[in-house]
């Protein structure tokens, strides 16, 4: 959180220079802690449904005829190990050029699909991380925050509150659940 509000104040000067451009594209780290909030914690939480083709096919053992729809939800693959080292870690620096090997980045890529992926894609993808990215850089200008948590979760490693989370959450069209909970307090010259 120092970091990524380290890298938002010394980028912008005021509030009203954040904007969509230049400026805010160089904020690695934004967009890395974007991505990383993304995949553990992805706004849809279905699957991404195929048929089995001609023949049929076999997953783990099990024989799969041709013509089924068969489907692995999008946070079970922004969560396997083959993708992701410590998969169930907050590690934005696993996007960040620099930081981690470009080979490990690349397979991390084509694994991320926290807005579906091909033609059945969400359109507003571009649209919706060009609104995070402005209004987590505003709110991080602004205001100095440090995660409150919930009720009983004072005890919980983050692997038990991603399950909790998980447990608690509703999946309509986008996934809905409680918190994060966030204090906030205006900064200084904020």
């Known amino acids: 959180m120092h970091a990524l509000t380290k890298e938002i104040r010394d980028t912008f000067t005021n509030i009203a220079e954040i904007r969509t451009g230049k400026a805010l594209n160089s904020c690695k780290l934004l967009t890395a802690c974007i991505d990383e909030t ?34 692995v939800p999008f946070h079970v693959i922004m969560r396997n190990p083959k993708y992701y080292e410590a998969p169930l870690e907050f590690r934005p620096q696993r996007w960040l050029s620099g930081e981690t090997p470009p080979e490990e980045i690349k397979v991390a890529r084509a694994a991320f699909c926290p807005f579906g ?18 209004t987590l ?14 009720e009983g979760e004072d005890h919980l490693s983050v692997t038990q509150r991603l399950q909790r989370r998980e447990r608690d959450s509703l999946d309509r ?15 200084r010259g904020g």
């Open 38 to 71: 993304l995949r553990l914690s992805p706004i849809i939480g279905g699957c991404l449904m195929r048929e089995v083709g001609p023949g049929g096919t076999s997953i783990d053992g099990h024989l799969i005829p041709a013509g089924v729809d068969v489907g």
């Open 117 to 134: 992926v091909g033609p059945t894609g969400c359109v507003g993808k571009s649209w919706a991380l060009v609104e995070m990215k402005m």
């Open 137 to 150: 850089a505003q709110l991080l200008f602004r205001y100095d925050m440090q995660k409150d948590k919930a």
């Open 173 to 187: 069209f986008v996934i809905t659940n409680k918190g994060p909970f966030v204090k906030f307090r205006l900064a």
